[in-house]
Nanobody, 128 residues
């Protein structure tokens, strides 16, 4: 059984940092993409950062480039380092897995339907 479990969400002040973690278990794909999405109240879910294991390639949404960093350790945990956070970063953050590299990650716009498995989400709140 595939399971994605996010953690690390918290309240943080503007300009601060936060590190989210996504623990992945049960995934048997040889190559796959793990991505972070977020959804703010009243807004559509949007892609934030993605990592494709087949080529170690990384993708970021323009809104977070230079501020967020996605990484993966050897224990199947994917991290999202969030620096210089802004109020617009407030959202429920999800990690998701796809058995391929979705074209939407490099051609845009990101499509959540390309991802098969999802976690339950972790809340990030940025206050001024």
């Amino acid at each position: 059984q595939v399971r994605l479990s996010e953690s690390g969400g918290d309240s943080v002040q503007v300009g601060g940092s936060l590190k989210l973690a996504c623990e992945i278990s049960g995934l048997t794909w040889a190559k796959y993409t793990v991505a972070w999405f977020r959804q703010a109240p009243g807004k559509e879910r949007e892609g934030v950062a993605g990592f494709y294991t087949g080529a170690a390639s990384i993708y970021y949404a323009n809104s977070v480039k230079g501020r967020f960093t996605i990484s993966q350790d050897h224990k199947n945990t994917v991290y999202l380092q969030m620096d210089t956070v802004q109020p617009e970063d407030t959202a429920l953050y999800y990690c998701a897995a796809s058995p391929s590299l979705p074209k939407s990650l490099y051609a845009g716009p990101w499509n959540s339907a390309d991802f098969t498995y999802w976690g339950q989400g972790t809340q990030v709140t940025v206050s001024s």
